[in-house]
């Protein structure tokens, strides 16, 4: 007897490395080859074809997947997603300071994504205090055992200074939010280029990440 079976799962928000179905929407994916490296690969000058090739980007539907991959590939050079190298420099820089728990429950859920040093962390962080080895944290974040090894055992000394200092810490709290806001904000070196929404770190979402471990 034959079953038929459907999925009808949506679509995950995070893209996989390995998914590239969305350049086959790009409005530049016909372009001739020639047309191509003028106008996304320009010449630093070439004040027109960056113009024209941003004009091309800004009606692109997958504008911001190619700016995603750009990123997380470190693909440098060329205009990625509407910007150019230049532009898209800050962000480069300050990409691994990234901690989105929407991703890092991604790859919980067996997602093959870019994942930033913080965000590698988290997901490490939160492998040991499940229970798990450093076979299955390896096979999940595509690692060397040997690393995976070593992130543990990070993982089981943070969580050890943690618990031993958790009621010596500074009690002080910041009444005012906007305050506690604008003092983050002033710290650039722990500001993320690509900004999580607050209600994406929600106790909610922290259940769901348990859920998917």
Aim: some cysteine; overall charge neutral; aromatic content about 8%.
């Amino acid at each position: 007897m034959r079953h038929i079976t459907t999925n009808n799962t949506p679509t995950p928000p995070i893209r996989g490395i390995a998914d590239h179905s969305w350049q086959a929407r790009g409005l530049c994916r016909n372009l001739p080859s020639k047309v191509i490296d003028r106008l996304f690969f320009p010449a630093a000058r070439a004040r027109a074809a960056i113009g024209e090739a941003k004009s091309i980007c800004g009606q692109c539907p997958v504008k911001k997947a190619c700016f995603d991959y750009a990123l997380g590939n470190e693909i440098r050079q060329g205009i990625w997603g509407g910007l150019t190298e230049a532009e898209r420099r800050p962000w480069h820089r300050k990409v691994n300071k990234r901690l989105d728990y929407s991703r890092v429950k991604a790859a919980f859920e067996g997602r093959d994504i870019h994942l930033s040093d913080a965000e590698r962390e988290a997901v490490t962080r939160h492998a040991y205090v499940r229970g798990w080895s450093p076979e299955r944290l390896a096979f999940t974040l595509r690692l060397d055992l040997d690393w995976a090894r070593d992130l543990m055992r990070n993982a089981a000394h943070a969580v050890a200074d943690r618990d031993r200092y958790w009621d010596q810490g500074d009690e002080t709290e910041v009444a005012d939010d906007e305050t506690a806001e604008d003092e983050t904000a002033e710290d650039e070196d722990i500001v993320s280029p690509v900004q999580v929404p607050r209600q994406v770190q929600t106790h909610s979402l922290i259940a769901a990440l348990r859920k998917a471990a």
